[in-house]
């Protein structure tokens, strides 16, 4: 009875170590890993009653379609998992999360769409990952942000039609990297790709059959041979226009800023003007041909060709105001600090607001004028000088000021 009791004592103590589900087999390896070996099981499911130090988990080439929160809670010490050829085609966000020993994970020749990229930030020991032959459509800008010692990533046949610029830039480890067999629309957004891969030390799988199938005119052409023509990042420049004629400015004193810009493809124009008492961000142009204000900032008129122009222009005007190009191969931006002053010595005003001004010797800045961005200044100083003989009327309104009355200088603009 004796030797009986102690063997059910021992039993009772290895039986959570060597707790195998019966489709599986279990064994040690000589390293002292646990292995559960569960592939060709015809299994549907992730099977429960793994032991919970099973260090490699072999659920290949099963029905597996659905991967849950939980599916994997029972083996929290795994290091490589292995679920190739199953028909995954859901996986809920968490099923990997707490898995944070894992080094290896095969998921490739599955149905997975959409994955919850999320998970992959606790998972820092990763060192492989397939994702190769599934269905992907798009990844995550961020998706392999943690993997710091990823060295193999197999992203190959799927249906990825854009990378985000920056997707592979925190995997300081990676060595190898499968992207071919993808349906790249080769536009200007994947520009970026081309230029990473002239200079990265990372070997590329086949990068000659990583092809484009859009536009119809690189059509076949490897995304490594876009042509650089076609791609060019943004300028911009940004000059001042006045709506004055020669003679006489009427009521009030309207700014008007035009932004210029070049690129391939052509930059959308954005403006973002920041003041004392609000911010506002102009995405296009808000007037439209026919004069109507589209947006409720009736205010900032921005129109198509770049122009934006600010009627009756006052102190609560004051601020930033930038012109932004953007186009798919960058973002480039210009801004000009504008300040209003008024006296009847513009000297004086462009001294006391910039000690750097006497340099410009009071040079006024006229309609079309660029700013010089020679200028040492920071700051583009509106000096209104306003006559005594002009201050009459109701309200003190303007009438007939002479154009040379107004002075633009410290004009600093950054031309990108």
Known sequence: MR?????????????????CPSPCSCSTKKNGRLLAECAYKDLQEVPEGLSSNVTILTLSANRIGWLGQGSFAEVPEVQSLWLGYNQIGVVEPGAFALLVHLKNLDLS??????????????????Q????????LA???????????DLRSLWLNDNELTTLAEGTFDNLPSLSQLQIFNNPFNCSCKVFWLKKWTERTSVSITKGGSTLCVAPARLKGRAVTDIP????????????????LDNTVMYDGLTLTLH??????????????????????EINGPNVARDGNVKQSQEH???????????????KEDEGTYTCLAVNDVGTRDVSVNVALAGSENPA?????DDPHAGHFGGRSCYKGDEMDPAGVGEKLVIVYHMPRESKSGAGGALSQVPLGTLLLALGIVLCC
């Open 3 to 19: 030797p009986l009791l102690c063997c059910l004592v021992l039993g009772t103590l290895l039986g959570p170590c060597l707790a």
């Open 109 to 126: 020749h599955n149905k997975i769409t959409d994955f919850p990229w999320q998970d992959l930030r606790n998972l820092s020991g990763l």
């Open 128 to 135: 492989i990952l397939k994702m190769n032959n599934n269905r």
């Open 138 to 148: 798009g990844l995550s800008r961020d998706a392999f942000r943690s993997l710091k």
């Open 228 to 243: 650089d023509h076609h791609c060019v990042a943004p300028s911009v420049q940004l000059t001042y226009l006045s709506n």
């Open 259 to 280: 932004c210029s810009v070049a690129g391939s493809p052509p930059p959308e124009i954005r403006w973002k003007i920041q003041t004392s008492g609000r911010r506002v």
């Open 300 to 314: 900032f008129l921005v129109f198509k060709n770049g122009t934006m122009a600010i009627p009756n222009f006052s």
């Open 348 to 352: 004086e005003d462009l001294l006391r």
